[in-house]
């Protein structure tokens, strides 16, 4: 009977979607299991087939769970807000929202088509209202609060402005901006309004400050570093520079110590947790303060190694410190202008990068060295971070390689630390207050000790202290663009104000163009409907802004992350209208049990998901204080991309025999022109690229013009794309799934190479015939054979280790060997085939549910419980026994381990082989090793 994959496929998605059966309850009375992908950006490419690899995953331990009998939670939704619909609305004139919709009605398609056992009843989209609403929320809740050191968790703004107006800011352990003005209570009472929230914006979990930002002039937007490769936009590839823009930002730094120490209760790969430490990069040594010669201004900076500052011979600021333009001399002004602006083209990643180019320029001034006294001179160097540490650097050149570059490349003077005399310039000669000597603070053994030295007496002589420091800085917040979530913020006097959450959400206007505005405001700015009546609290005309009664809104739209930060949790209540979720299902569903996504996210998106998770947990929204307990990282499926190759200088093309690699360009050929055996349609070709219609094609002797393969990474820009409707459609589905497990571990790259997929889909045939004949359906329900049940639960054994270790391209394999065993033997016993399908069903669901109901099943496989394993069935109770003439074996034996060793050998010598080989011959001895040989002598 033939397997119409096709027809089956098609069949079991309507019924899955019609009955929803995959549709979950808070049961509190079962076991749960929550798997989660990180869910898609719906482009308008749709999927290829490298997208798919990590939801066949999930959805492979989500079916398995389901046999076990946990409640599971599988849903699936769109990141849907973001720049690439944007751009694509300012080149075509199309609203976002019709992009993103039409987007997305193709990934569902796609989706479907694959059959993935989703949820689809909690589908959240991140540019829906209804969810954006929660999104402005978490907004106003971290608007409305401060970070309490002395507790480590978040608290009401309310408590801190009681504090303010019991004690002024003394006496605070909070995170806050860096420099903040002492006041008392009389001085708050006497602030106006707008002093007082100035001053709170300084405290605020998320504040408006004019912030070191990643412009991209081209996309009219500030980018985050995640989101800048080489000093270009990641979307693009758009030069980026830097600039000081008023922003939204999110204190994260006040969580630093928390999401560095909780990365070790977490079920992460090693590398994923090594890249959120160093993002978050804790830093224990000491603040020195500089005092510039003839100015008011100290220079603060932060070191690892104190012990170190007797060698400190110049100092280095970052380009953009503040102090630059203040201390920066007359006769430097031009050059250090000039190198400011060169500066600002690169990106932060790159300055870190680049340690063999070597630039800088002097300022002019000068610092006093703390305990000599001595002038140091004041430089700027793009490798020194302004929002990293205070921006500026003490260099030793005799103890940091970089530094001492710096100093060869500038001829800068280069000191000899000994016995606390500075050699070089003949500096603080007094031996009896010398900190550090060359030897304590090179050597190993004493470095702590030398260190720990250095920061007493630096806090004796009120030149420094000992302080703890963090590369994670604040995350801006605002993009200038119109495709995200809004702002709930308008503006009173220039002074921020939240709309109350009653009257959230805050629905994205319309505009007529998704450009920034002539003068350079966000593209909200063209909206005519854009201001806030505080009397009626709703959007009105901008005509109507009073400054009374009605005010302007934010311009300025969420970034990406927004909505991706929090989405773990909606899912769990999605249509709830009064919170993100209830508790009772927060408290049910906890956190994902397993998320898979790819690790380009690594110090994005996951380091902001869990800082809103923590933040929410401070304010008891949620139980938990992590979102995801265990996080596989799929690898990438490569695309097998294809080359014609033309000779240089000319238009002809060769085939590839005929192809000498240092004579020819090899030019990308769209792959779906060439068949299984690498032979490029010359036709198709000429027609999709048209400048080879007249060209001419030297071909292989058969006509045929074969093309060269390289591996590279699926995209469109290199042609190498393989849509996964067309393997559908071709193969199935179920040949789909089976063969992206099949390539390789999971979290490894590995190409796609469609020729290879013949293989499965040949297996899932020869799996369709282990349970028909030429008639038809032909599972009997007879006892099985020892042989069958040996089989099946040596299957049952390996396949469950191997889903229970992630460990799928092996569980592929075996049930191959299975259903080949099971074949050679005729197996056609239900007390096998029944449990067999069960087993497969979470990598081949459509063909298992078809298999499941022609064995008189009424309900979804889904539902049945998993087979369980039997040590009893694979405990051998027979043995192959090699029998031996003279020390050769002639043939083998299978005789029961229960025999004696008389039995054995009165079985072995009454066999026909024997008889034969024997030949009528009485053997001189017989000698029987029970469970191991028989050989018989003379």
């Not at 033939?2 to 069949?11: P, S, V």
């Not at 190694?305 to 110049?314: E, H, L, W, Y």
Request: with cysteine; proline share 5%.
């Amino acid at each position: 009977m033939q397997y119409n994959f096709n027809e089956i496929e098609a069949k079991w998605q309507k019924k899955w979607a019609d009955e929803k059966t995959f549709q979950v309850n808070s049961n509190q009375g079962k076991k749960k299991f929550y798997g989660l992908d990180m869910f898609p950006y719906p482009s308008g490419a749709g999927l290829h087939v490298g997208h798919p690899l990590g939801y066949i995953a999930s959805d492979i331990v989500a079916r398995y769970k389901r046999h076990l009998g946990y409640n599971v939670l599988h849903p699936q939704g769109y990141d849907s807000f973001g720049l690439p619909a944007e751009q694509y609305a300012i080149q075509t004139g199309q609203h976002p929202a019709k992009t993103t919709q039409a987007n997305i009605q193709r990934y569902r398609k796609q989706l479907d088509q694959i059959g993935f056992s989703f949820d689809w009843s909690r589908e959240v989209r991140t540019s829906n209202p209804d969810y954006y609403k929660w999104t402005q929320w978490i907004f106003t809740q971290l608007f409305n609060s401060y970070y309490c050191n002395k507790t480590d968790k978040a608290k009401p703004i309310q408590l801190l402005i009681n504090h303010f107006e019991e004690q002024g800011n003394d006496g605070l352990d909070v995170a806050s901006d860096e420099v903040i003005a002492p006041f008392n209570a009389t001085d708050w009472k006497e602030f106006s309004a707008a002093k007082k929230e100035e001053i709170l914006l300084q405290y605020r979990l998320t504040y408006l400050a004019e912030t070191e930002v990643n412009w991209c002039p081209a996309l009219g937007t500030v980018l985050a570093n995640d989101e800048v490769i080489n000093g270009r936009s990641e979307r693009g590839g758009y030069p980026v520079q830097k600039k000081k823009m008023k922003q939204w930002s999110m204190r994260i730094s006040a969580y630093a110590e928390r999401l560095l120490k909780d990365l070790n209760q977490l079920d992460w790969s090693d590398s994923i947790k090594e890249a959120q430490r160093n993002w978050i990069g804790k830093s224990e040594g000491a603040s020195v303060k500089f005092k510039v010669q003839n100015h008011a201004a100290n220079i603060e900076v932060f070191t690892t190694r104190p012990d170190t500052i007797f060698g400190v011979s110049f100092m280095t600021l970052a380009p953009e410190h503040d102090l630059v333009n203040q201390i920066t001399t007359p006769e430097q002004k031009q050059s250090v202008e000039a190198y400011i602006k060169a500066a600002s083209l690169k990106s932060e990643r790159d300055r870190m990068a680049d340690v063999k180019t070597i630039s800088g320029v002097f300022t002019g001034a000068y610092a006093a060295h703390p305990f000599t006294k001595q002038p140091i001179p004041i430089w700027i160097g793009d490798y020194v971070l302004a929002g990293y540490g205070t921006g500026a650097v003490m260099a030793v050149p005799c103890g940091d390689q970089r530094d001492f570059d710096f100093a060869k490349h500038f001829n800068l003077p280069i000191p000899n630390v000994f016995e606390g005399v500075d050699v070089a310039n003949e500096a603080y000669t007094d031996k009896e207050n010398a900190i550090i000597t060359n030897s304590n603070f090179l050597n190993g053994l004493q470095g702590k000790k030398a260190i720990e030295e250095a920061i007493l007496a630096l806090e004796d002589e009120k030149i420094g202290k000992r302080q703890t420091n963090f590369r994670l800085r604040d995350a801006v917040f605002s993009r200038q663009r119109y495709w995200g979530e809004p702002f709930p913020v308008y503006y009173v006097n220039g002074t921020p104000k939240l709309i109350k959450e009653k009257h959230l959400p805050l629905v994205l206007p319309e505009i007529d163009e998704y450009l920034p505005t002539e003068d350079g405001a966000p593209p909200l700015g063209r909206a005519k409907n854009w201001a806030w009546d505080t009397k009626n609290n709703q959007v009105v005309e901008n005509t109507k802004i009073d400054h009374i009664n009605v005010f302007p809104l934010e311009l300025n739209t969420m970034p990406g992350w927004a909505g991706s930060s929090w989405y773990m949790f909606r899912y769990m209540d999605p249509q709830n209208q009064e919170q993100i979720a209830s508790q009772e299902a927060l408290n049910y569903w906890e956190n994902v049990d397993l998320y898979i996504g790819g690790s380009e996210h690594a110090t994005g998106h996951l380091l902001y998901a869990r800082f809103w998770t923590k933040f929410l947990n401070d304010l008891g929204v949620i139980p938990v204080e992590e979102p995801f307990k265990k996080m596989i990282n799929q690898g990438m499926i490569l695309g097998e991309s294809a080359f014609a190759y033309r000779l240089k200088d000319t238009n002809t093309l060769v085939t590839k025999s005929k192809a000498k690699m240092d004579e020819v360009d090899p030019i990308h050929v769209d792959v779906s022109m060439v068949n299984l055996s690498n032979e490029l349609d010359i036709d198709a070709f000429k027609k999709w690229r048209t400048e080879f219609s007249t060209a001419d094609f030297v071909t292989e002797e058969n006509g045929s013009f074969v093309v060269g393969r390289e591996v590279e990474k699926m995209s469109k820009s290199k042609y190498n794309v393989v849509n996964p409707d067309d393997i559908c459609e071709t193969y199935g589905a179920d040949t789909l799934r089976m063969y992206e497990m099949f390539l390789g571990p999971i979290e490894q790259a590995k190409p796609w190479n469609t020729a290879g997929i013949t293989g499965v889909h040949n297996f899932l045939r020869k799996l369709w015939k282990l349970y028909h004949d030429k008639e038809g359906f032909s599972v009997i329900d007879q006892p099985a054979s020892k042989e069958a049940l040996k089989i099946l639960h040596k299957t049952i054994k390996k396949v469950t280790e191997d889903i229970e270790n992630f460990s799928f391209n092996t569980s592929i394999s075996t049930f191959m060997i299975a259903v080949n065993e099971l074949s050679k033997i005729d197996c056609n016993a239900k007390e096998v085939l029944n449990p067999l399908a069960i087993l497969i069903s979470p990598f081949a669901p459509h063909i298992a549910e078809e298999l499941w109901q022609k064995m008189g099943h009424h309900v979804s496989i889904s539902t049945a419980p998993y087979p369980k394993y039997e040590e009893k069935f694979l405990v051998e109770d027979t043995k192959t026994y090699p029998i031996s003439f003279n020390g050769k074996m002639r043939f083998t034996l299978d005789l029961s381990l229960s025999l004696s060793k008389e039995e054995i050998e009165e079985l072995v010598m009454n066999d026909e082989k024997t008889k034969n080989q024997l030949a009528g011959r009485t053997p001189k001895k017989v000698i029987v090793v029970p469970g191991k040989i028989v050989n018989i002598v003379g």
